[in-house]
Every structure is written in structure tokens, then in C-alpha cells.
């Protein structure tokens, strides 16, 4: 008589593995979170992710794609298509204020200007949590139909001014092909959840992010005889006022939510004089690309108008950043299950679209792609008071850590298994 047939054959082994790794998976992220590194300089956490992934067996390991990126790959013992898993490696300009014996002291630059590093964002568990993946992954290769790319990105918070990077850069570079990746997944943690919580949403998830500058051309003149030149200040001040009808008056604000900021509002260099010029930056997101579009043009057209209207002139550039990240309806729907039974499916669920970016989002655009959230706030604290991501007090609870490992390797063995 058979045995009955195991659903989940790897779940046992995975979980074991998972355990019998885990003082190494704490000491990988504190190694990576004391020696933080900025984007598309992530050198030394490069070469500890390839030498892991080398040490491992890997078939192949690829180092310096996209500047500072490794790809590997991990081929099963049975015949099978390709999943990629996919971990930023960067960190941020911003001095660390959380107290631990590993806080990162460094100071580098960024832009030519002298800063701190730390991984305020926690790319440093993601790291640590691939690298367990792997490592529990290729212990079980002989049972894997198909293969798992192991897709390392540098740079994801934006490379430094005048270079290339990030997810888009590791597409141009070939990562999703030979072979070539058939789905992908990625994980982020988030302050805003308690450890061993799951977050996630079908659809437009994160928002697009672009950035624009307005200039607006005046003519300077003595501030007490404005007539006799074009204020910019006061043109400015309008083309602000009108960037904020935009969401309010020209957005279908029942289909998506958006939002304009203006955050850098500058021109002058003395109380009695109106200046030549002022200068405007913001931020525009959305979760749709038509309205992404459309909002970029009513940011044109106002400020151009306005400033026509006030005898300056305007002159509006606008930086496409990311794309919105949207979770595969049919991809997603597919992994909540293995979701809810690695975390327990209380511990999993669907939370509010996000107004942060993830350049996960270009992988997207090429495969079928699903992104989820984990907590990592300790369940001491308050999730909805804790330091949220890029806070100088950003704070990972590294009880998180083993549950990135069996939740993106069982996503990953689960889409094998499904689609072989
Ligand atoms: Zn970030
Ligand atoms: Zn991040």
C-alpha cells in the first residue's frame, strides 16, 4: 500500500532548514546592517551574496550586473520552468540612531556631499533572506523541478545622481532571461505591521513615483517698483495653488487616489529685491498609469498657462521614475494560500495601497510578478507608533527573518510544483 502523498512534501524540510540556519541568518543581517552600503556601491555585500551563492553550488553566479548586482541560479534535479526571487541590496544616506551593539558608524557620500549609511529601509534582512532561501533551497535541490533565479539588485532606492541602476538596469542586463524567468516574487518589511503579519493587495499596490521641477522665468527688478519687472514669487505661489486642483479638480478620484506635493519652493536672495527666477519641486504619484499621464500634462499645461497669464514664462521638467507596482490579480490570488499556511492565515491579509514606490515594479511590467509586506515591529511595541522605513530609528525585529525564508521558499517551490 502507498503512502498517502504528501500535499506539501518540502514544507517539514523547509521549516527545518529554515531553523538550523537561523543564528547564521541573524548574523548575515547585522554583518550586512553594520556595513551598510549606498546604491550602486553595494561592493562588499556583493561579494558575500556571490561567494554564499558559489559556496552553495550554484550553477551560475553573475556578479557586477547593473554595476554591483548578482544573479544566480539554481537548477533542480527534475525537469522544470524558472522562478525568480528577488532581494534589494542598498542602503540609505541617513546617520543610525537605534541603539544596538551592530549599528552602522559609517559615513560615506552620496552626491558629493559627506553622510551617514545605514539600512534604514531593510534591505539588509532582504538580503539576509535570500540568502537563506538559497541556501535552504539548495539543499533540497534534487527534488526541484525547474530552477530558481536568485536576482540580488543594487540600487533600488535610485542610484546616485548621473548613473544608471536599479531593477530597470538589471533587466536591460539580461537578469529575467537564459533562461528566461516564467514569475517572480519579493518581500519588503514594514514597521507599520507586527512581526509574523502579512501584508499584501491585488492590483495597483505602490504607487508611480516621478519627480518635477518648475522654473519660473521672471524679470527682476527693485521689490519697492514691482511694476517694473514680472515677480516670480507671486507666479510661483499661483502655479502652486493651481498643482493642487489637479488631484481635486481633474483626477476621477473613484478609480485610484494620487498625489501632488510641492516640496521645494525657492527664488530670491534678498528682502528688496524681486528676482530673475524661482524654482519649484514635487512629487507626483499614482496607481494608474493613464491617470500617471495625464497628470504629468495638467502639470505642464498649469504651470505654463499660470505663468503666461502673469507675464512670466515656465518651464516644467519631469523625471519618470518608478512604475506603479501592480500584483498580478491571478499570481496573487494563487499565493495567498501558501502564504496563509507557511505564516497561518489569520497572520495574512490585505492592506492599503502604499504611496511609497518599489522599482519591483519594472520586473512586473516583464513577468508576472507578486509583492508582499512582513512585519517587523517586535510584538513589545506598537506597530502603528513604531519609526516607520527611512527613519534614523527604523527598527528590525530579526524574529521576522525566518519567515521571509520559508514563506518565499515555499511561494517559489509551490509555483514550481504548480506550473512543471
Ligand atoms: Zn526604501
Ligand atoms: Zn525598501
Known amino acids: 500500500m502507498n503512502a498517502p502523498e504528501q500535499p506539501f512534501p518540502f514544507d517539514a524540510a523547509v521549516a527545518e532548514a529554515a531553523r538550523r540556519i537561523g543564528e547564521r541568518l541573524v548574523a548575515w543581517r547585522r554583518d550586512f546592517h553594520q556595513h551598510p552600503e549606498l546604491g550602486n556601491r553595494e561592493v562588499r555585500t556583493a561579494k558575500i551574496v556571490a561567494d554564499h551563492l558559489r559556496a552553495l553550488g550554484f550553477d551560475t553566479v553573475r556578479e557586477k550586473v547593473a554595476h554591483t548586482g548578482v544573479v544566480g541560479l539554481l537548477k533542480g534535479g527534475l525537469p522544470g520552468p524558472v522562478v525568480a526571487l528577488r ?33 534604514a529601509c531593510g534591505h539588509d534582512a532582504h538580503t539576509a533572506i535570500l540568502m537563506g532561501v538559497a541556501e535552504v533551497l539548495a539543499g533540497l535541490r534534487e527534488r526541484i ?22 531593477a530597470r538596469m538589471m533587466i536591460e542586463e539580461g537578469s529575467l532571461e537564459n533562461p528566461r524567468v516564467e514569475a517572480i516574487f519579493g518581500l519588503h518589511v514594514t514597521s507599520i505591521q507586527p512581526t509574523g503579519r502579512i501584508g499584501y493587495r491585488p492590483g495597483p499596490f505602490m504607487a508611480s513615483a516621478d519627480d518635477f ?37 481633474r483626477v476621477n478620484i473613484t478609480k485610484e487616489p494620487s498625489v501632488v506635493t510641492v516640496g521645494v519652493f525657492q527664488g530670491g536672495v534678498r528682502h528688496n529685491i524681486i528676482p530673475d527666477e524661482a524654482r519649484l519641486e514635487g512629487t507626483i504619484r499614482t496607481f494608474d498609469e493613464e491617470q500617471r499621464d495625464e497628470i504629468h500634462a495638467h502639470v505642464k499645461r498649469i504651470s505654463e498657462m499660470i505663468a503666461a497669464a502673469g507675464g512670466a514664462r515656465a518651464t516644467v521638467h519631469i523625471h519618470r521614475w518608478y512604475d506603479v507596482t501592480v500584483n498580478d490579480p491571478a499570481l496573487t490570488e494563487w499565493s495567498v494560500p501558501t502564504l496563509g499556511r507557511i505564516a497561518g492565515d489569520a497572520n495574512v491579509g490585505v492592506i492599503d495601497k502604499i504611496c511609497g514606490a518599489e522599482d519591483f515594479s ?44 520559508r514563506t518565499l521558499a515555499a511561494l517559489a517551490l509551490d509555483w514550481l510544483a504548480a506550473n512543471a
Not at 558608524?105 to 552620496?110: F, L, N, P, S
Not at 507671486?234 to 502652486?240: E, F, L, R
Not at 507608533?385 to 534614523?392: D, E, F, Q, R, Y
Request: hydrophobic share 40%.
Open 145 to 166: 523541478p525547474g530552477a530558481v533565479k536568485f536576482i540580488f539588485q543594487p540600487a533600488e532606492e535610485t542610484p546616485p545622481a548621473g548613473e544608471d541602476g536599479g
Open 213 to 249: 521641477r518648475v522654473f519660473v522665468r521672471g524679470t527682476q527688478t527693485h521689490a519697492a517698483m514691482p511694476w517694473r519687472g514680472v515677480d516670480p514669487i507671486v507666479v510661483g505661489s499661483q502655479i502652486v495653488m493651481g498643482l493642487q486642483t489637479i488631484v481635486s479638480r
Open 87 to 119: 532581494a534589494d541590496m542598498d542602503a540609505l544616506p541617513v546617520v543610525e540612531e537605534v541603539d544596538v551593539p551592530f549599528a552602522s558608524k559609517v559615513r560615506t557620500e552620496w552626491n558629493g556631499q559627506s553622510c551617514g549609511a545605514m539600512h
Open 362 to 405: 519594472f520586473y512586473q511590467k516583464q513577468v508576472p510578478g507578486f509583492f508582499y509586506f512582513m512585519g517587523c515591529t517586535p510584538p513589545r511595541s506598537d506597530a502603528s507608533t513604531a519609526a516607520p522605513n527611512h527613519s534614523p530609528r527604523f527598527y528590525v525585529d530579526e524574529d521576522c527573518l525566518p519567515l521571509g525564508v
